[in-house]
């Protein structure tokens, strides 16, 4: 896979005829997004390690460093491969570790990528430092850290966190710090609250990390992040490096906590009105959840956007009209519950936008990306997307 992968044959395709469902993404609002993030954290001194799970794509990582490669996150194995494919040699993989994902992990250590893995017993820390003697490496790895009950990882002060980094040391692994992520923000609303939520975050990183140091342990990375902390945290001290993902997209959840409005919402699918029913207040378009997801996490927020929130060609919203229901090709439109507008008259063939509850999942459901920029129907360029684990 080369560079940038442009289009050939249909380099010439536009919002009016490419095939529909078909997964669009703004050149302008990426960039934008990307800028944001990364100027916040380079005037707080912490680097930023952006997560790649939600792009899977190499040209999307290009466009967060411009200049060559640098620090990344990655969910899956497949991923490190893919980027480590392209160049990218610094990487974090931000998922609990199993017998055979440590084994792969460490084959890509000894091809030379310095990619640190995570943990939180000493079961997976004497599991590594097999896998590693194996190979012929030494691994790297977090101790994962549990800030807010989201997931997995240890509590700053569960007396395990010690005993996992003893248990490191006697498998040969080096530490290279704490990790952690406060997944709980997806559900806060207001201001206050993730700011509260920053802070928790980071609090909870550094005493781990001081408690490590205290026993005697080094503990050079504090590493936190989630989309909604990097944009609201206030004081990131003891911090050492950010990692979020879906700031590069945005999508409904996002704006539902209020971290984006609905103009930095960078990618959408475009569907093709397929069918009518006025009698029900309903229009049909060809995306249905395998185009869009089954992802509802707008429905436990102050708005519920149903499977998506539809715009006009242009990707100005209409005011209420949403994705209501969807079956695996078919998407319903409809007027939101209690709203006052009318429903827009949109004919078979008729074409619209919408945006994404999940940017990560609805992505996930395509093959590539369709770039676009603002003012313009043309699609001038197809990023492919990696898949896979």
């Known amino acids: ?212 140091r205290v026993a005697g342990h080094q503990c050079p990375i504090v590493s936190v992040g989630s989309t909604p902390t990097a944009h609201f945290a206030e004081d990131l001290t003891g911090v050492t490096e950010m990692r979020a993902g879906v700031y590069m997209f945005f999508d409904l959840v996002m704006h539902g906590v209020g971290v984006c409005t609905t103009d930095d919402i960078a990618i959408s699918v475009l569907a093709t009105v397929i069918g009518t029913k006025p009698e029900k207040g309903w229009i049909l378009v060809d995306a249905g959840w395998m185009a869009l997801s089954r992802d509802r996490g707008t429905a436990a927020q102050r708005v519920d956007q149903g499977y998506g929130l539809v715009c006009d060609l242009s990707g100005k919203v209409y005011p209420d009209l949403i994705v209501a229901q969807a079956s695996q090709e078919h998407g319903i439109l409809a007027m939101r519950s209690a709203s006052t507008q009318a429903l827009p008259h949109l004919p078979i063939g008729a074409r619209v936008r919408i945006l994404p509850n999940h940017a990560c999942a609805a992505a996930s459901q395509h093959d590539s990306y369709n770039v676009v920029s603002a003012g313009s129907d043309a699609i001038h360029a197809r990023w492919p997307r990696m898949r896979g684990w």
């Not at 044959?9 to 005829?17: C, M, P, Q, R, V």
């Not at 893919?82 to 570790?97: E, I, K, P, S």
């Not at 923000?185 to 550094?206: D, G």
């Open 1 to 212: 896979m080369s560079g940038t992968d442009h289009q050939s044959s249909e380099t010439a395709a536009t919002l009016g005829t490419l095939a529909t469902p078909a997964l669009l993404l703004d050149e302008h609002r990426l960039d934008r997004n990307l800028a944001r993030l990364s100027s916040r954290m380079a005037a707080r001194g912490v680097v930023l390690r952006p997560h790649m799970k939600t792009g899977k794509s190499i040209d999307v990582a290009r466009r967060a460093y411009p200049s060559g490669p640098g620090p990344i996150t990655v969910s899956t194995l497949a991923e490190a491969e893919y980027f480590a494919r392209h160049g990218f040699g610094d990487m974090t993989y931000a998922v609990g570790l199993a017998p055979h994902t440590a084994e792969r992990a460490m084959r890509l250590r000894k091809a030379g990528v310095d990619l640190k893995v995570l943990l939180d017993s000493p079961e997976q820390a004497r599991m590594l430092g097999a896998a590693g003697r194996a190979a012929g490496v030494t691994p790297t790895a977090f101790i994962e850290i549990d800030c807010d009950g989201h997931r997995g990882g240890l509590t700053a002060n569960d007396p395990k966190l010690i005993a996992v980094a003893v248990a490191l040391g006697e498998a040969g692994v080096r530490l290279a710090g704490v990790l952690t992520h406060a997944g709980e923000s997806y559900s806060l609303f207001t201001p206050e609250a993730l700011v509260a939520a920053a802070e928790n975050e980071r609090a909870v990183a550094v005493a781990a990390a001081e408690a490590l």
